[in-house]
Nanobody, 114 residues
Framework: QVQLVESGGGLAQAGGSLRLSCAAS????????MGWYRQAPGKQRELVAR???????NYADSVKGRFTISKDNTKNTFYLQMNSLKPEDTAVYYC????????WGQGTQVTVSS
């Protein structure tokens, strides 16, 4: 059973940056597509970025040009670098597999103040 643990969230001012990490319980990045999701209060969870086994990336329009997803296979960890943060980026951020997610972790809270 794959287990994923998110970290790195916190409070940032608009225009600031945060880097999220997702640690996996095993060597899965050569097997699965990985994604970062977020869920804002009162809204559905949405996929914001994904990275394939070959390293190709895709982003939601709302974060394109500001967020960068990457991975380090040697550390079984992947990342979400978030720059030029906006208040609307405030959400709980989760990592998971694609297309079929495993059990969701607790996520990491990102709060962006204006």
């Amino acid at each position: 059973q794959v287990q994923l643990v998110e970290s790195g969230g916190g409070l940032a001012q608009a225009g600031g940056s945060l880097r999220l990490s997702c640690a996996a319980s095993g060597s899965i990045f050569n097997i699965y597509v990985m994604g970062w999701y977020r869920q804002a209060p009162g809204k559905q969870r949405e996929l914001v970025a994904r990275i394939t086994t070959g390293g190709s990336t895709n982003y939601a329009d709302s974060v394109k040009g500001r967020f960068t997803i990457s991975k380090d296979n040697t550390k079984n960890t992947f990342y979400l670098q978030m720059n030029s943060l906006k208040p609307e980026d405030t959400a709980v951020y989760y990592c998971n597999l694609l297309p079929v997610p495993v059990a969701w972790g607790q996520g990491t809270q990102v709060t962006v103040s204006s």
